[in-house]
């Protein structure tokens, strides 16, 4: 059976936050968090995961302002998505993120997790709140938004 891993990613200035769907594309599970160092260096690791995962498309979270708008935050996402794509040659959509790291917060303060655990792991888990959303949607055949659901094939 051929694998159909999607990689999920929460792109920040600091750090990214990494999760991966199981070979069925149904679960998003957090995998890690790379800390950022320089973009080489930070493109070496995703690649290395991508081969590792055999991963068939990325999944970017899209920090859009809550009155739909796009920040400086978004802009640097989608930069980030433009180099990644070109690195990598697999297809990645950009998927609306909004209030995912503050779901991933609440969901390792219910789980019993301490401040210094929860600052560790927050971006992963975000990133699998992201990835879950998008797994979520395709699931039920719906795309929550055309322009969000939309890869980047330019």
């Known amino acids: 059976m051929e694998s159909k891993r999607i990689i999920g990613l929460d792109v920040g200035s600091h750090t990214i936050g990494v999760a ?49 708008t796009l920040g400086p935050q978004a802009q640097y996402s989608l930069d980030f998505a433009e180099i990644l794509k070109e690195q990598s040659g697999l297809p990645i959509i950009m998927w609306d993120e909004r ?34 959303s998008y797994l979520d949607a395709q699931q039920v055949g719906n795309s929550l938004n055309d322009q969000e659901d939309e890869a980047l094939n330019s």
């Open 99 to 132: 209030l995912s790291t503050k779901s991933a917060e609440r969901a390792l303060i219910e789980g019993g997790a301490r401040r210094k655990k929860r600052r560790q792991i927050i971006d992963k888990i975000a990133a699998a709140v992201i990835l879950q």
């Open 20 to 68: 991966v769907s199981d070979p069925l594309g149904w679960t998003a599970t957090g995998l890690k968090v790379i800390r950022r160092k320089r973009l080489e260096d930070d493109l070496k690791q995703l690649l290395e995961l991508f081969d590792y995962y055999q991963v068939k498309k990325i999944i970017i979270g899209l920090p859009k302002n809550m009155n739909n």
